[in-house]
């Protein structure tokens, strides 16, 4: 499973195969149903490993992941499979449309605000969304 899994992915990425990081990435934008089998057993072990290591089991630990490109087709697939909660970014060009979605959203920069950002635009970027967004 693992070389069908690596070969799909050579295939679809130029990505790095010793890191990780890029086949899930990579593996979100090209989500098939047996990719399922593949991914959501870690993400449960993963985060079932995070609660048991929980200080206050009373508050509820948020799922959080991480997206790029078009992700809205997965999100019933990550809800239902690990109860994420949050996902981001949202990138228009791709085709999200967080109106469609229906869900709340926080506007915020894509992996941080780049460094060559003045300071005094993101304060104004801050401020309109206060404005907006209440």
């Known amino acids: 499973m693992l070389s069908n899994v690596a070969t799909r992915h ?17 593996r ?13 057993p870690y993400y449960q072990q993963l985060i079932n490993n995070v609660k048991s290591r929980q200080i206050d089991r009373s508050r509820h630990l948020y799922v959080h992941i991480d997206t790029d490109g078009r992700a ?4 019933p697939l990550y809800q239902e499979a690990i109860g994420m909660d949050m996902m981001d970014p949202f990138e228009v060009a791709s085709g999200c449309d967080v109106v469609a979605i229906g869900s709340g959203y926080t506007p915020t920069c894509d992996h941080g605000v780049p460094e060559e950002v003045p300071y005094e635009n993101y304060l104004h970027y801050r401020k309109r969304c206060v404005e907006l967004g209440g």
């Open 28 to 40: 979100v934008w090209i989500l098939l149903p047996e990719d399922k089998e593949f991914l959501f």
């Open 10 to 26: 050579q295939r679809s990425s130029a990505g790095d195969l010793t890191t990780g990081r890029a086949v899930v990435q990579t």
């Open 72 to 75: 809205m087709p997965v999100i």
